[in-house]
């Protein structure tokens, strides 16, 4: 009888691998290195800041600026996000993100006239998920929200 075991670490390539949303945050991710950083780096060492246990999470201070890393790491899910909706609709979405120096703002996405998607952000230093899962079932519902509101109101979204 022979047993197959799985590691987490081949787990999360298989996840990544088989999510259009991580693949899509991956790509995002991989466009804002300019300087080649991430070339030679898996994709699942390249979404592995997306991932913070809640533990973790709390020990990060909420003081001072947000960090200009953390505020990337958030145009880059939201973009990711954006991404989905246009290969799935068809449909130029544009993302904008504001956040003030607490760490409170928006995330929006919109296409013609119509908001996709649109979230409220608290904390914003602490941005992150506590499993690749989480990560990936988060983004995935957003896009899939976002894609029904396309489907669903096509005259709003094509102005």
Known sequence: MTTTTTTNSETDSLLVEQSPFLQSLVQ????????GVYRTWTDELVIAPYVIPKKKRREISLEGDIDPTTKLRILC?????????EKETGL??????????????????????????????????RFG?????????QGTKLANAGIEL??????VSRL
């Open 129 to 137: 998920f506590d499993t690749l899962e989480k990560l990936n079932d």
């Open 92 to 125: 130029l979405c544009q993302v904008v993100v504001d956040l003030n120096h607490e760490g409170f703002g928006w995330a929006l996405v919109w296409g013609g006239k119509l908001m996709v998607v649109s979230r409220t952000l608290r904390d914003a230093h």
């Open 150 to 155: 396309v489907k669903k109101f096509p005259e």
């Open 28 to 35: 995002q991710i991989r466009a804002y290195d300019h300087y």
């Open 77 to 85: 899910y939201f973009r990711a996000i954006a991404a989905l909706i």
